[in-house]
């Protein structure tokens, strides 16, 4: 008897089939000669990226909860992004300290613009949270929680740069968090009573986070001694 994947497992081939360049443009990025000059930019954009992840949740969380009398599924994410949120808070502020480490000025990094590329990014998950359905942002955090590095990979980042590990807290944080995160993610939404095309906006916005994020690794790589 055919079994139909798992909602979690139909997320991630749809991830999959944009994986390839995000792992592309980061295996660029660890091997560029100049990856010392690229990692401070590195941390940077993601920093960009993170300082929205708490108010992404919060947005989404106010909407599940608003919608949540006659939605059962937005009355199923509400609580999962009002435990989530303080799983995530200050990792922003991780990212600041690295940099600070690199001898990058906290004022200069806040008051720097973020990228285009970014704002688009993080854009569109605003305008899926209140234009479509919160839903849609399961596939966002999907995508940032679900891969985490490699502690391979940040030795040979440590190696590559010369940088004391010190700078490299935020990644080695994440390797050691995000897979219950992704865990606990897959649980949830092999629960969701989504409708098709809630979980098609989802598929959609994580492979658009995919891409997105993949064009913002690539401004960084294109752009040394830029």
Do not use: K
């Amino acid at each position: 008897m055919h079994v139909a994947p798992a909602e979690g497992e139909r997320l991630r081939a749809a991830i999959a089939l944009l994986l390839p360049r995000l792992v592309n443009v980061g295996d660029r990025l660890l091997e560029h000669a100049d990856v010392r000059e690229l990692y401070p930019e590195y941390l940077f954009t993601s920093h960009c990226v993170i300082r929205a992840s708490v108010p992404l949740m919060e947005t989404a969380r106010d909407r599940a909860e608003m919608l949540a009398p006659d939605d059962p599924v937005a009355a199923a994410i509400a609580p999962y992004f009002e435990e989530h949120i303080p799983e995530e808070l200050d990792h922003d502020e991780w990212l600041l300290q690295d940099l600070e480490v690199l001898g990058r000025e906290r004022e200069a990094i806040l008051t720097r613009p973020p990228s285009p590329t970014v704002a688009a990014l993080v854009g569109a998950q605003y305008y899926w949270i209140h234009h479509y359905h919160p839903a849609g942002l399961l596939g966002y955090i999907a995508v940032f929680e679900g891969y985490p590095p490699a502690p391979e990979m940040i030795d040979r980042l440590v190696d590559r740069t010369g940088y004391s590990r010190d700078a490299f807290r935020t990644m080695i944080g994440h390797a050691e968090l995000d897979p219950g995160h992704r865990d606990e993610l897959d649980r949830l939404l092999d629960t969701l009573p989504l409708t098709r095309d809630q979980a098609v906006v989802m598929r959609l916005s994580a492979m658009y986070s995919v891409d997105a994020f993949a064009r913002a690794l690539e401004e960084v790589v294109e752009g040394a001694r830029g």
